[in-house]
């Protein structure tokens, strides 16, 4: 199995960045889709960005283009999330997620990280 830990959330400002990061177990990590997705209170989980397992494919949600960036680094099982630009409405609980395609992870991912709190205050 796959077992996903998230870091880097916190406390922001509007405008401001924070780099999320999930580190994933095991030596098959190449061989994973990776993705992030986030839940903020009351509302529905949502995808946010997905990455091929190769580094060279990536999707990501149409309210955060231009703003938030997923990358991955396979010599060290790690994919992160760039948020820059960030706005109060990007307050959540972010969470990693894994699976055999990104189409996989966008609608049905195989594993699941147990989040990290992003808060963006105006």
């Known amino acids: 199995q796959v077992q996903l830990v998230e870091s880097g959330g916190g406390l922001v400002q509007a405008g401001g960045s924070l780099r999320l990061s999930c580190a994933a177990s095991?030596?098959?990590?190449?061989?994973?889709?990776m993705g992030w997705f986030r839940q903020a209170p009351g509302k529905e989980r949502e995808f946010v960005a997905a990455?091929?397992?190769?580094?060279?494919?990536?999707s990501t949600k149409d309210s955060v283009k231009g703003r938030f960036t997923i990358s991955r680094d396979n010599t060290k099982n790690t994919v992160h999330l760039q948020m820059n630009s960030l706005k109060p409405e990007d307050t959540a609980v972010y969470y990693c997620?894994?699976?055999?395609?990104?189409?996989?992870?966008?609608?049905?991912?195989?594993?699941w990280g147990q989040g990290t709190q992003v808060t963006v205050s105006s």
């Open positions: 990455i091929s397992a190769s580094g060279s494919l990536t």
């Open positions: 997620a894994a699976g055999h395609s990104v189409a996989v992870v966008k609608t049905t991912p195989t594993y």
């Open positions: 095991g030596r098959t990590f190449s061989s994973y889709a």
